[in-house]
């Protein structure tokens, strides 16, 4: 009868913890929201669950690197329009500037204010974004562009047939021209009459008559010779060339950076480009039309200022394709983030439709759990006091 009594005892006893075990269980499901949280307790739909979670990581990943683009180019195309600014109005100062009635005050404070331009051109060029330059391309921890110090160039100079002429060389060359320079005298030896360049184009206003001795003499591109003559005339119009190499401009400037883009995986099938780089044709063109026209400005060349307008006005142009550019990998990126924000929502609502508890269904086993465990607890105790009873028999 002790070991009946037992048995039963015991079998109840499983019985309350089963119930228990559902009790808990119900709680752990309403708590988290999920059908279950071991793989023990459903494997398969633990698997699909697993293979949903790697897939909704893989958009999140997406997201992010789509947001880090973004900023990237928003802030790249924000300085591009900084530097289209500069350029309409340096275009507008070198329509005032190609006057000839322009005075002498107001060419300095042009040359001035192109001058804060130019710096205003190269900071906008080196901007960085999270301490990263956005425009040197994949060397991101160097400044894009460097200015380049003045330099007149070195001159070399290949003497002719004419003997008379020993030497020539260069004394100044402010707006930094490289170019080659044929001499040519007149009949009897003893005036230039021709100075040309590589293009063939005059540079010489005038005839310059020789004295023995040095001989000045300034070109039309303000180029300025020292020709040295020996005082002993040779009737050969053939003086020789000169060579002037390695000038670069006031102004002027280096590209610094990577010829290797920015890019950003998007996934695996999806990498983007996030940067404009610097060496683009139209930061080349850019700097150059600014230098250009600061050259002529300095030189008071009325007619290469008038030459800057179409020259600054096609480096503009140049800018704002690029910019427009960057606009539209802006509006291709939006396009999509708005795609995998789908695909993020998309995986939620299926994440949660595989996992997802019927709370009615938990809480009506658990009502049951809880009348059976009552049950339990009423029959141990009846069994307790049978037993009692029975002993004291």
């Known amino acids: 009868m002790r070991i009946t009594s037992a048995q039963l005892y015991n079998n109840l006893l499983a019985g309350v913890q089963q119930q228990m075990d559902i009790q808990a269980k119900g709680d752990a499901k309403i708590t988290s929201g999920t059908r279950y949280q071991t793989p023990a307790e459903a494997a398969l739909d633990y698997r699909t669950s697993l293979d949903i979670r790697h897939a909704q990581r893989g958009v999140d990943g997406g997201l992010e690197a789509l947001a880090i683009a973004e900023s990237r180019l928003s802030v790249s195309q924000n300085h591009l329009m900084s ?12 329509i005032q500037q190609s006057s000839a009635q322009v005075s002498a005050t107001e060419r300095q ?72 320079y044929t001499i040519t005298l007149d009949g009897t030896g003893t005036s230039i009459i021709s100075i040309t360049n ?42 020789g060339t000169i060579t002037v190499s390695g000038a670069i401009q ?15 995986n998007i996934d695996p099938a999806l990498q983007i480009v996030s940067n404009a780089r610097g060496d683009d044709p139209a930061f080349t063109a850019a700097f150059q ?19 800057s307008v179409a ?12 910019t427009a550019d960057i606009g539209a990998r802006l509006d291709a990126l939006s396009i999509t983030r708005t795609t995998y924000e789908e695909m993020k929502a998309h995986f939620e609502i299926r994440l949660n439709t595989h996992e997802g508890v019927d709370l009615a ?13 009552q049950a339990s607890y009423s029959q141990i105790s009846r069994l307790s006091n049978l037993s009692l009873i029975n002993f004291l028999r």
């Not at 269904?361 to 465990?373: F, H, Q, W």
């Open 83 to 94: 530097m289209n600014n500069v350029f309409s109005r340096a275009q507008s100062l070198a």
């Open 109 to 180: 404070a042009a040359i001035s204010e192109i001058t804060h331009l130019t710096t205003a051109l190269i900071n906008s060029a080196n901007q960085q974004w999270q301490g990263q330059s956005l425009f040197s391309g994949a060397a991101v921890d160097k400044v894009a562009f460097i200015a380049n110090p003045f330099s007149a160039g070195t001159a070399v100079y290949a003497a002719g047939s004419n003997g008379s002429i020993t030497n020539v060389t260069q004394t100044a060359n402010p707006a930094a021209v490289n170019d080659a």
């Open 198 to 239: 590589g293009a063939s184009v005059e540079q010489l206003a005038a005839p310059v008559a020789l004295a023995t001795g040095a001989n000045s003499v300034t070109l039309n591109n303000n180029v300025q010779l020292s020709v040295t003559y020996s005082g002993t005339p040779v009737a050969d119009p053939v003086a």
């Open 250 to 264: 006031d102004g002027s400037v280096t590209y610094n950076g990577s010829s290797q883009d920015r890019l950003v």
């Open 289 to 307: 039309a600014i230098v250009d026209f600061k050259a002529a400005l300095v030189a008071n060349d009325t007619g290469a200022i008038s030459a």
């Open 311 to 322: 020259s600054l006005n096609s480096a503009g142009n140049g800018m704002i394709d690029l």
């Open 361 to 373: 269904a938990v809480v009506t086993e658990m009502k049951l759990s809880e009348i059976s465990l």
